[in-house]
């Protein structure tokens, strides 16, 4: 596969900043400590690392060519989600949602091999540990990562028009068949599609693709800091401004004929913005970027994907426990659910993550990795 690719520290403190919404999101619901952000649906933050996934695997296996290299590549993304999924999943079954009858064991095993994001049913996709639909999305994801990567080497901005239609003919299924807005009504429904289903979100991940190719590798070499600076604060505000303005678009359409689009708008349309804000805060030229690189930002990036697999079964447990929390104030509360996350996050990114990470890849890919951004 050729030199390793160079890393982009300002990426990975920004997964630190996207899960951490999340993190806040769930601990924010009225069913836990209502601690809201009403500006936002950070569900948006999902599309954000959906975007950046597909960048950072371009920027790492751009060049792969050949069995060896994408059996490296296959290796690498196993051993990099599934033991913490794993972990992550038995402490569900364990705690709060211990699998009881035939139906539940096959969903249990479903979810442990990944399938969950493809069955549009909120029993199934949101089983165990319910935010381990999304790593299912990403796993049909790499799969479709090779095809996606030699599309846009070779047709451009062309290559997104597949994943387009085929969210168009997700979004016109939904709609016509009038799937329930409300995630948990029985049986299918429009977040099952429009949320959480794979072909619903590929386009975001193949944009990510897109981006550094028409984005990243065009960028100019010798900047002025202060011209680097005032791109990146542009990039950064147009993409707090999409995230403000979607659940305000999307509450109009669903008063409109074509309700069930507003699931869509309101958690994945700013993924545009993601996508240039991501090109540039990895050129690492201006002032902001540059902070991000800095190594305790870092190091929360490096524990992120710990976090937000764990973090919401830190707060259910907590709240199994009720009766003790009640008794502290509010804030103090919510100070413990935040240390017990990092806390965890940091616990299993150091004893089941990276080990694991190294483990696999040495027994299933023994040439040497191509890049510790994997």
């Not at 199934?124 to 030699?150: D, G, T």
């Not at 016109?172 to 799937?179: D, I, K, S």
């Not at 309101?266 to 201006?286: E, K, M, N, S």
Request: with cysteine; net charge positive; proline share 6%.
């Amino acid at each position: 596969m050729g030199s390793a690719a160079p890393p982009l520290p300002a990426l990975t403190s920004l997964r630190f900043f996207a899960a951490a919404l999340i993190v806040f999101g769930h601990g924010a619901s009225k069913a836990y400590f209502d601690y809201a952000l009403p500006a936002f649906d950070v569900r948006q933050s999902v599309s954000f690392f959906f975007v950046l996934s597909g960048f950072i695997l371009t920027h790492v296996y751009r060049h792969a060519h050949g069995w060896l290299a994408w059996r490296q590549f296959a290796t690498a993304r196993f051993a990099r989600i599934w033991p913490v999924h794993a972990v992550t999943a038995l402490l569900a079954i364990e705690t709060v949602a211990p699998p009881d009858g035939a139906h539940p064991i096959m969903l249990t095993a479903v979810n442990l091999l990944l399938g969950q994001a493809a069955v549009p049913l909120a029993a199934w996709h949101y089983s165990l540990n319910a935010v381990a639909w999304s790593i299912s999305a990403e796993a049909f994801f790499y799969v479709a990562f090779p095809l996606l990567l030699v599309l846009v080497l070779t047709r451009g901005s062309r290559a997104l028009l597949a994943p387009a239609a085929l969210l168009a003919a997700v979004i016109v299924l939904a709609v016509v068949t009038r799937r329930p807005l409300f995630e948990s009504a029985p049986g299918v429904t429009a977040w099952g599609l429009l949320y959480i289903s794979p072909a619903a979100r590929v386009l975001e991940f193949a944009v990510g693709i897109f981006a550094y190719e028409a984005l990243y590798l065009r960028r100019s070499t010798h900047p002025k800091k202060g011209w680097a600076t005032l791109r990146e604060l542009l990039a950064i505000g147009a993409m707090l401004a999409a995230m403000i303005a979607a659940p305000a678009l999307a509450d109009a359409i669903e008063a409109s004929i074509a309700s069930q689009a507003s699931v869509w708008v309101r958690t994945a349309a700013p993924f545009p913005c993601f996508a240039v804000a991501i090109a540039i805060l990895a050129r690492r030229q201006g002032v902001i970027s540059q902070g991000l690189a800095l190594r305790p930002l870092v190091y929360l990036g490096e524990i992120s994907y710990s976090l937000y697999m764990i973090h919401q079964l830190v707060v259910r447990n907590l709240f199994l426990h009720a009766d003790t929390w009640a008794r502290l104030h509010p804030s103090v509360a919510y100070a413990c659910y935040w240390l017990a996350a990092l806390g965890m996050a940091a616990g299993l990114y150091h004893w089941i993550e990276q080990p694991m990470r190294q483990r696999l890849r040495r027994t299933f890919a023994p040439a040497r990795a191509s890049s510790n951004l994997t």
